[in-house]
Each structure stands twice: as C-alpha cells, then as structure tokens.
C-alpha cells in the first residue's frame, strides 16, 4: 500500500483514524478524509513511537498501527484504493461505478495495471467525480447568447448535421462521447446498432459508457503502450482525448496509480 496521506479519502483513512481514536490520539470522527487532524494524530502517534514523524502513513506506521493489509503494493484493484485516485469524490460513485468500468476493460482485453490506469486517468480529468457524466454549457460549445451547445450544431467533424445534433450529441458518459457520427460508428462497434442514435442519454448508462470508455482506450491499445513505455504521458492522453485537455489531473491519477499497484495487478 502506498503511502497515505493528508487529501486522501478512502474507507482505509477511516480504518487509520479508528486505530488512532483507540488508542487516544485522534478526537474527531473517523469520516475517511485525511485532513489536519488525521494528519496531527499520525504525528503524534509517530513521536510516541520514536517512528519518523511525517503525519503520513508509510509502511512502518501502519505496521505499528496493526493495520498490515495497508502495507506493500496492491494486486487488485479494489474501491478503496481507487477512491484515492478521486480526492473528493463521494465513495458510493466509485463503488457503484468501478465495476461497470472494469466489465468495459475485461470485455475489451484491456486487463493489465497500464490500461487500468489509463482508464482511471481518463476518467479523472473527464468527469473528475467517477460518473458518467453529460457535458456542461461552456464557452466551447456555446456562443454568448446562443442556444446550448449550438456551436456544436454545425460541427462538420463530429458530424452533426445542424440543430438540435450539438445539444442532442453533446459529451456523455465517462469519456464524454461527442458527435453524431461517434454516437453512431461506437454504437454499431458495441453491437447497439441505432440505440446511441435513436436516444443518446444511453451513453450515459454505466453499463455502456464502460463499454465506450474501454472501446477508446483499445482502439487506441498499441500507441498508448508505446507511449508509456517511453513514460510519455503527453502523449498517451492525447491518443485517447485528441490534445492536453485533462492532463494534469490525468497525470495526478495515473502516477497515484503507480504508486499503489503492484506491476502484475490483472483484472479479474
């Protein structure tokens, strides 16, 4: 496990914290958000322990802790270690969500830890809060006074056909799918036939926006291990999002990411 520390929110904060309250060093509710005092208590449970005192929970703090499963790189990947891929992101949205993301990858034969994490990466700096999500009204996509999503209208590209095609094929699911022509050519890719077209809302069905998510990422499959064989992350968001839209945040999650699994992680 790698280490915790303050900005993390997972259920295994709250374990630490529940060890910490046990053994008086911690005052407030367990919430499972590492914040100041968390951070306070470590210290103070770290000194107590002649441990080096950093407010984090590094291997050693949790050996002490008797909190054993919190140490060593993880070889599943399980909702408490993505909920610290998603700071601030309510627990149920990662429980509720991950499987559907993970059936899209199996499905796919994306199972390994590289395309796990492209996948989480993608969704961070997509949705940010691991839903499948629709677009909001921006300056992108909608000019000053206009309709929602009417420069979208006539975008020849996406190939939409003019209005209502920007509203009704705006960005949707955990990759924001766009465009008419993406809603159709992915539609008949997953076997849907016309049912992205005929009612879009559907890419925002979890079950289906794994299914496109993973879709993206092995259309893109061969690339994208180049590039991160070269460690070139740049390069492998811009595969899957077309530009640097998102990376920061995509980088944030992916190297957490990194940090947490152990390099034979497989999905099962």
Known sequence: MPT????????????VQTRLKELGHFKGKPDNDFG????????AFQSKKMLVVNGQVDSA???ALGLPHLIG??????AESVALLFPGTRFENVTVNLPFVTAGLLKAGLKDKKMLLMAMGTIRAETAMFLPVSEGVSQ?????GGKPFDLYDKRKDLGNQGSPDGDRFKGRGYIQLTGRDNYSAIGKSLGLKTLLTDDPEKANDPGIAGSILAFFLKRVEKNVRVALEKNDLGAARKLV???SHGLNPF??????????????????
């Open 140 to 144: 992108f996509n909608t000019s000053a």
């Open 61 to 63: 703090t949790a050996d």
């Open 36 to 43: 100041s005092i968390t951070e306070n208590a470590v210290r």
């Open 251 to 268: 980088r944030t999650a992916f190297l957490r990411g990194e940090e947490i699994y152990a390099d034979s992680l497989q999905l099962l």
């Open 73 to 78: 790189k993880l070889a599943a990947a399980t």
């Open 241 to 243: 999002n077309g530009g």
């Open 4 to 15: 915790l520390r303050n900005g993390d929110d997972s259920p295994w904060v709250g374990e």
